[in-house]
C-alpha cells in the first residue's frame, strides 16, 4: 500500500514537472522579468546625472537599449538549429553582464566609461529580451498551437508589468535608490533563465486524449481545446488582479510615504501573486494524470525535439520565386520579401517607434513640465501597467473579434495607431493631468501592438520558422526609435534648452547637465510622431484589405488536422506496442 502511494506520488510529480501546464507557468515567471528594458524611465535620470549627458547623448543610448531589444534575428536563428536550454542560457549571460556592466559605470565602480562603450553594454543588457521571447514564445506556441493570440498576449502581458513588478522588488530589496534598480534587473531575470532552462521545452502530445478511435479523438481534442481557453481566462484573472494591485501600490505609494516594512509587505503580495498559476497548472497536470490513471495511458514523453518534418532539407529559407499561401510554413526569405511583411515592418516602425520614443523620453517629458521625481515614477510604473492591459486586451479581444466576427487582426492595430496619435497630441499639448492620461495610452498602445505583431506574423507565415520571422519583422522598430528619439525628440529637445540658456545669457559650457523646461520642450517632436502614427494606421489598412479572405476561414484549421493526426500515429503505436506485450505474455 505504501509503495503504491510513492509509486502514484511519483508518478504526479513527473507529470507537473514534465507537463506543458508547468512549463507555462515557468514561462511566466520569465517573461515577468523580460521586460527591464520598460523601466529604463525610471533610471536614466541616474545615467544623466552621474555620467553628465544631454539629452541627445541619453537618447542614443535609448536607441541602442531600443536596438538591442529588436535585434533578435541572431536568438531565432541560433533557436532553429540548437536547444531551448541554450538560448535561456544565452539569455542569462547577456543579460547580467549587461546591465552588471552599466551598473559598475552609474556607481563609479568602473572608471569613466566612453560612450561608445555604454552603448555597447546597454545594448548587450537590452538583447537578452531577444532570447528570453524566443525561447519562451516559440515553446509556448508549438505547445497551445490554438487560441495563439489569447496566449501571446498573456506572456507578453507579464513582460508588460515586469516594469512594475521590478519596481516593487527594489523599492522592498534596496529602498528608493534608482540605481539599485540597475542592479536588480542585472541578477533577478539571470537566476529565472538559470532555473527553468531546462523546464522551457516542447512537449509532444500532452493534451492527456485518447486515440482509441477517431470520434472520440475529434471529441476529446475540441473538449481540450476549450478547456484550454476555461485555463487561459483563469491566468488571465491572476495577471488582471497583479496588475490592479500593482497600480494601486503604485498610487499609494507616491501620496502615502511608506515604511520599508510597507515596501516589503508589497513586495511579498507581489511575489504571492506571481506564483499563483503554479497552483492552476497543478490542478491542471492532476486532471491529466487522473484521466491517465483511468484509462491506463502512459505518462507524457521526457523532453523531446519537435517532429523531424520541421527541419526538412533545403526549405530553410524556402524559394522565393515560389508563392506560399498564407497560413502555410513560409520559408524565411519567402516572408521577408513579401508584400504583407513589408507592410507589417512600415506599421511597426510608426507605431513601436513612436511609442518607444514617448516611453523613453516620459521621465524627462515629467521633468520638464515641472512634475516632482515621485509623480514622474508614477509615469513610469502607469506605462508599465497598461503595457500589460494592451498585451491581454488585443490578444483576447482579437480572438474574440476573429472567431465571432471573422475580423482581420490587422485592423486592430490601425485602431492602436489612431488611439497612440490621440496619446501624442496630448504630450504635445499638454494641461493639468494629460500625461496622466498620455501614459496609459502610450503604455496601452504599446502593448497591444506588439502582441498583434507578434500573433499576426505568426498566422500569415506559419511556425516553421516563427523564432526567426517575428525577431525579423520587429526590426522596424529600433529604426524607428533611433529616427523619433535621437534625429526628432532628442535635437529638438536640445534646441530647445540651448534657446533658454541664451536667453539667460548663458552657453553650453556653463552646465553640466542640459535641461530644458516648459511646454515647448516636446510640442514639435510629438506633432510630427502623432501624423506618423496616422500614417501607419492608412498603410495598415492596406493589410487589412489584403489578408480579408484569409480571417475569414479557419486559420486554425491546418493544427487541428496535424494534431489529430498525431494522435491517430500514438494510438496505433501504443496499440501495437500493447499487442507485443500481449504476445510476450502469451510466450
Request: contains cysteine; glycine residues 8%.
Amino acid at each position: 500500500m505504501g509503495c503504491s502511494c510513492s509509486s502514484d506520488a511519483m508518478g504526479l510529480a513527473s507529470q507537473v514537472i514534465l507537463g506543458r501546464w508547468f512549463m507555462l507557468f515557468a514561462s511566466f515567471l520569465i517573461m515577468s522579468g523580460a521586460g527591464a528594458t520598460y523601466v529604463f524611465g525610471t533610471y536614466s535620470k541616474s545615467i544623466k546625472s552621474s555620467l553628465g549627458y544631454d539629452q541627445t547623448t541619453l537618447n542614443l543610448l535609448a536607441f541602442f537599449k531600443d536596438l538591442g531589444a529588436n535585434i533578435g534575428v541572431f536568438s531565432g536563428l541560433i533557436a532553429e538549429i540548437a536547444p531551448t536550454s541554450l538560448v535561456l542560457l544565452l539569455c542569462a549571460a547577456t543579460n547580467f553582464s549587461g546591465y552588471f556592466l552599466v551598473w559598475l559605470s552609474v556607481t563609479s565602480k568602473l572608471p569613466h566609461p566612453k560612450l561608445w562603450m555604454m552603448s555597447l553594454f546597454i545594448l548587450i543588457a537590452a538583447n537578452s529580451q531577444n532570447f528570453a521571447n524566443t525561447g519562451v514564445l516559440v515553446t509556448c506556441v508549438n505547445n497551445f498551437p490554438h487560441g495563439r493570440g489569447i496566449l501571446l498576449g498573456l506572456l507578453k502581458g507579464f513582460t508588460g508589468l515586469s516594469g512594475a513588478v521590478m519596481t516593487q522588488l527594489y523599492l522592498a530589496v534596496y529602498g528608493n535608490d534608482s540605481t539599485s534598480l540597475i542592479l536588480l534587473i542585472a541578477w533577478l531575470p539571470a537566476a529565472l533563465c538559470l532555473v527553468f532552462m531546462f523546464t522551457i521545452r516542447v512537449v509532444i502530445n500532452s493534451g492527456g486524449t485518447t486515440s482509441s478511435s477517431s470520434s472520440s479523438s475529434s471529441h476529446d481534442d475540441d473538449d481540450d481545446d476549450d478547456n484550454e481557453l476555461s485555463v487561459f481566462y483563469h491566468y488571465l484573472y491572476v495577471a488582471l488582479v497583479l496588475a490592479l494591485f500593482s497600480m494601486i501600490m503604485t498610487v499609494l505609494q507616491k501620496q502615502i510615504g511608506f515604511s520599508h516594512a510597507g515596501y516589503v509587505a508589497s513586495a511579498t503580495v507581489i511575489c504571492v501573486l506571481l506564483f499563483f498559476p503554479l497552483v492552476i497548472a497543478v490542478k491542471q497536470e492532476l486532471k491529466l494524470w487522473r484521466r491517465r490513471s483511468m484509462t491506463l495511458e502512459p505518462p507524457p514523453p521526457p523532453p523531446a525535439a519537435p517532429p523531424a518534418k520541421a527541419k526538412e532539407k533545403g526549405s530553410f529559407f524556402g524559394d522565393i520565386r515560389k508563392r506560399a499561401e498564407r497560413g502555410e510554413d513560409f520559408g524565411i526569405l519567402q516572408a521577408l520579401f513579401s508584400y504583407d511583411m513589408v507592410i507589417i515592418m512600415v506599421s511597426t516602425f510608426c507605431g513601436l517607434g513612436t511609442n518607444l520614443t514617448a516611453m523613453d523620453n516620459i521621465g524627462q517629458i515629467g521633468e520638464s513640465l515641472g512634475y516632482p521625481t515621485l509623480t514622474i515614477s508614477t509615469f513610469v510604473s502607469l506605462v508599465s501597467i497598461w503595457n500589460f492591459c494592451g498585451r491581454v486586451f488585443a490578444g483576447f479581444v482579437s480572438e474574440i473579434l476573429i472567431d465571432k466576427y471573422r475580423l482581420p487582426r490587422p485592423l486592430m492595430i490601425a485602431g492602436v495607431l489612431v488611439l497612440s496619435a490621440v496619446g501624442h497630441m496630448l504630450i504635445a499639448f499638454p494641461f493639468n493631468g494629460s500625461v496622466y492620461v498620455a501614459s496609459v495610452i502610450v503604455g496601452f498602445c504599446f502593448g497591444a501592438h506588439l502582441t498583434l505583431l507578434y500573433t499576426i506574423i505568426s498566422e500569415i507565415f506559419g511556425l516553421k520558422h516563427y523564432a526567426t520571422l517575428f525577431n525579423c519583422g520587429q526590426l522596424a522598430s529600433p529604426v524607428g526609435s533611433y529616427v523619433f528619439n535621437v534625429r526628432v525628440s532628442g535635437a529638438l529637445y536640445d534646441r530647445e534648452a540651448l534657446k533658454q540658456l541664451a536667453v539667460k545669457g548663458m552657453t553650453r559650457e556653463s552646465v553640466k547637465e542640459l535641461t530644458c523646461l516648459g511646454t515647448m520642450c516636446y510640442r514639435l517632436s510629438f506633432i510630427i510622431m502623432a501624423a506618423v502614427a496616422i500614417f501607419g494606421a492608412a498603410s495598415t489598412m492596406v493589410l487589412v484589405v489584403r489578408t480579408s479572405e484569409f480571417y475569414k476561414g479557419d486559420i486554425y484549421k491546418k493544427f487541428k488536422d496535424e494534431n489529430k493526426n498525431l494522435q491517430a500515429e500514438n494510438g496505433m503505436a501504443s496499440n501495437e506496442s500493447e499487442r507485443a506485450e500481449a504476445n510476450q505474455t502469451d510466450r
